[in-house]
């Protein structure tokens, strides 16, 4: 039975791969493999109830993550709508590739330490949307923005939900991960834009502004009004969780509901033809359901893997075969490339003892990089680099060519730069 899971996993992970060649769409895909993976599961299995519960936990977990998602996409849409991002657009006023490059790289850095990358991924690739008429360059530009959030969350305690493990699970302290980690996260960031400055060349082309200087005042106050709300709400998305101590996802849902309520006043006096773009049910229709599905399906299947013990055996595996801590880190962090690295630092928790690997202890701050910044080697690796091609369509095999190996170049300087240290 695990086998049979594992092939059909590996046969549905290939289909998506090479989802422009076969002409299957990636959702449709991931839907089936997720889905199947449990149907094997459960028809083998004589504890029905057993898997079904275990299906139902996975379930409100990934939950939280697709809520999150549906609800920070609903936000970025609805300050589109007010052509909110020209306020940031405006003051760009570069033109050439690399500078922007390294503008939207930095940026995404430093806000995904304080946001998370997700939601870093989101708001910078929907920035990107606004400044970059051409789709190749933006799909460069979006691949820059993923290796920057994941390399960002890395050091931040609320920057990556497997970084935000380690701090929960106390085998990580806030202070001493930023400080250990932001060097080699940086390092991480600054190798790919080197390396990229030599191919990202030219001049961008700006899209057409939908705006003007034309607009009444009372547009750019609502402009405003939508674009501070939507941001500040993303700010305290984090420091809802701290105080509460409810998911991240419920702060942004009570955010939405405030943005829907804002919404509604600002346009109260308009028709409902008028006011209907700026509505936050229209906005929901707009965002990407498809990609919401296909990240369904995707962890719906590394679930599977997960309740049928492959994942705890293969870092069972690692650790019976590497030995060395930095062997293992490094193959962990490459290993959630291709699946979730939630399980497999949930995995490496139940391994390694705080008794024998104590409170901020090598190992663990070096999986905290590697599985923070290995999602980035592919574009389904990581919720950013999901979020990313949601919002951009990126095709997996032009995203594994162009930016895979840079990625790849990345991760491995970050992670010298932190052995060395």
Known sequence: MPATIVIIFIIGYLVIAFERSLRINKTATALLTGVLCWTVYIVCSENKEFVTDQLARHLGELSQILFFLMGAMAIVELIDAHDGFEIVTSRIKTTSKPKLMWIMG?????????????????????????????KKDRWMLAGIIIIAANAGGAWSPIGDVTTTMLWIGNQITASNIIIKL???????????????GFMFKGKISRPGSPGGSAAPREIFKQRNI?????IAIFLLVPVFKTVTHLPPFMGMLIGLGLMWIITEIIHGDKDEEDRKIYTVAYALRKIDTPSILFFLGILLAVAALESIGQLTQAAGWMDKTLKDENA????????????????LVAATQGMYSLENYPTDHYLW??????????????????????????????DFIWYLKKIGWIALLGYLAGAGVYMLG
């Open 365 to 394: 701050e070096f999986l905290a990089y590697t599985t923070g910044t290995g999602g980035s080697i592919l574009i389904i690796g990581s919720a950013a680099g999901i979020a990313a091609m949601g919002v951009e369509k990126i």
């Open 182 to 196: 932001f060097l080699p996260g940086l390092v991480c960031l600054v190798v790919p834009l080197v390396v990229m």
């Open 226 to 230: 939508v674009f501070f709300t939507g």
């Open 106 to 134: 930095l940026l995404a850095f430093f806000f995904s330490a304080v946001l998370d990358n997700l939601t870093t991924a989101i708001i910078m690739v929907s920035l990107v949307r606004n400044l970059v008429a051409d």
């Open 328 to 343: 293992i880190a490094i193959t962990i962090g490459l290993a959630s490339s291709v699946v979730d690295n939630v399980p």
